[in-house]
């Protein structure tokens, strides 16, 4: 309808405007009941945010605590490397593969 335009009631409203109220009705309802649905998913989301910020900060500390036992079960000597008692990648792969095969 343009905006200039005044509402037009059409002749036979009357007779229709129960089954319309009665629509009306139905779809409140519905939005009513879509809203409690709405309330309570954002509720759940809510929660499992507060649940994963837990479980990261648990997660963040047990990763410390593996950071540091690694640091006190390794020596800090530096680390040598013998080319000649190297094993070649290649050898490495291919026993990997034998594994896989058993």
């Known amino acids: 309808m ?4 005044p509402n037009a009631v059409p002749e036979n409203a009357g007779a229709s405007n129960s089954a319309g109220n009665g629509q009306t009705d139905q779809l409140r309802a519905e939005c009513e009941q879509l809203k409690q ?7 759940e989301r809510d929660q499992l945010r507060r649940t ?9 500390d047990y990763r410390k605590a ?3 036992w690694a ?8 680390f040598e490397f013998d080319e000649d008692k190297a094993v070649p990648i290649e050898k490495v792969l291919q026993q990997l593969d034998e594994l896989e095969k058993e």
């Open 2 to 5: 343009a905006p200039n335009q």
């Open 37 to 43: 649905a709405l309330r309570a998913v954002e509720a």
């Open 52 to 60: 994963l910020v837990a479980v990261e900060a648990e997660r963040d």
């Open 66 to 68: 593996v950071y540091a």
């Open 71 to 78: 640091e006190e079960q390794f020596s800090k000597e530096p």
